[in-house]
């Protein structure tokens, strides 16, 4: 078995425990949703929060690809939609449109695949599946 050495970015030395508050965490991540149509903004949320966050750690788009939010003190690097950077941008516009299958009840799964070399897309690197269920 191989090992592959990974970019990362430095982090910062703030205190995590600090960050991480067990009573604002259950009110941003509910055990269960009032409405449909909160939960799927929910989930486009998180969804959008996985994606960028993956992709920062690995430091896939530069530092300007990002726009700079915060979830209860926890600050966060989203992907902006509107990038100077092509492949960010296009990232982006990927996610936008699963949004749109997501309110529209079409998208059951999405694969986030990361390879190294792009001569060679069938060795992936790293792969993430998102899986989506409807009620009803």
Known sequence: MS??????RTTSKQDVKNLVQAGN?????????????????FVKKLLAVSIS???YLRSMFP???????SMDGLPLKILMEKNKCKPAATLASWLVGAFDALEKRYLRELLFIIYVDPAMPDKVHEMYTFKFSYPG
């Open 53 to 55: 966050n993956i992709t």
């Open 63 to 69: 530092e300007e690809a990002y726009s700079n939010r």
């Open 25 to 41: 965490w259950s009110r941003t991540f509910p055990a269960k949703m009032e409405t449909e149509t909160k939960s799927c903004v």
């Open 3 to 8: 090992c592959t050495g990974q970019k990362t």
